[in-house]
């Protein structure tokens, strides 16, 4: 059984950094083909990706947030962390991770964290 | 960078109508679309991956077709389960590129 699961701060100020963590369970970050992705939505609006990692550590960011995304990965862990700097109320929004396969896309979601960003 | 584009961005239908939405994208991305149903508070669900195929214990009412940069999700006789939003993603590309959405009412 595969899980995910999104956690870190509720609440950030503005132009402060950012770091979540996706605990999952279920697959290894070791085996080919494998990726973590991340993906934002803002209240009542659309999905964003912001950043995928592979299994053989190729990481991938959305070009319109490349400047203030870093994803990294601990494999004996089996965490996925993202940080984001100089967050902006903008920014407010649920953060979900996902497993990601090349052939099928995101499979397995986590239960998404909502993020906060006010002074 | 690769945009998706849906369209309705809302659409109103009843229980049993048969229900088509459209993903464009502005550029080939060969079949390498997935298509995502999403509740009020809930992660989204794979339904559809590589255009077509159906991810398992989705409803057989639910299809996908197209290629190239024209997608279709149709579902054949609407239930009211099916009342939600859905996106379409693809991943052809270096970036993954999501559509605005889809949100489905109750007519």
């Known amino acids: 059984q595969i899980t995910l699961k999104e956690s870190g701060p509720t609440l950030v100020k503005p132009t402060q950094t950012l770091t979540l963590t996706c605990t999952f369970s279920?697959?290894?970050?070791?085996?080919?083909?494998?990726?973590v992705g991340w993906i934002r939505q803002p209240p009542g609006k659309a999905l964003e990706w912001l950043a995928l990692?592979?299994?053989?550590?190729?990481?991938r960011y959305s070009p319109s947030l490349k400047s203030r995304l870093t994803i990294t990965k601990d494999t004996s862990k089996n965490q996925v962390v993202l940080t984001m700097t100089n967050m902006d109320p903008v920014d407010t929004a649920t953060y979900y991770c996902?497993?990601?396969?090349?052939?099928?896309?995101?499979?397995?979601w986590g239960q998404g964290t909502l993020v906060t960003v006010s002074s | 960078d690769i945009q998706m584009t849906q369209s309705p961005s809302t659409l109103s239908a009843s229980v049993g109508d048969r229900v088509t939405i459209t993903c464009r994208a502005s550029?080939?991305?060969?079949?390498?679309l997935a298509w995502y149903q999403q509740k009020p508070g809930k992660a989204p669900k794979l339904l559809i991956y590589?255009?077509?195929s159906l991810e398992s214990g989705v409803p057989s009412r639910f299809s996908g077709s197209g290629s190239g940069t024209e997608f279709t999700l149709t579902i054949s006789s609407l239930q009211p389960d099916d009342f939600a939003t859905y996106y379409c993603?693809?991943?052809?590309?270096?970036?993954?590129?999501f559509g605005g959405g889809t949100k489905v009412e109750i007519k």
């Open positions: 996902a497993n990601y396969g090349d052939y099928v896309g995101c499979v397995y």
């Open positions: 279920g697959f290894s970050l070791s085996t080919s083909g494998v990726g």
């Open positions: 990692i592979y299994w053989d550590d190729d990481k």
């Open positions: 550029q080939s991305i060969s079949s390498w």
């Open positions: 590589k255009a077509s």
């Open positions: 993603q693809q991943y052809n590309s270096y970036f993954l590129t």
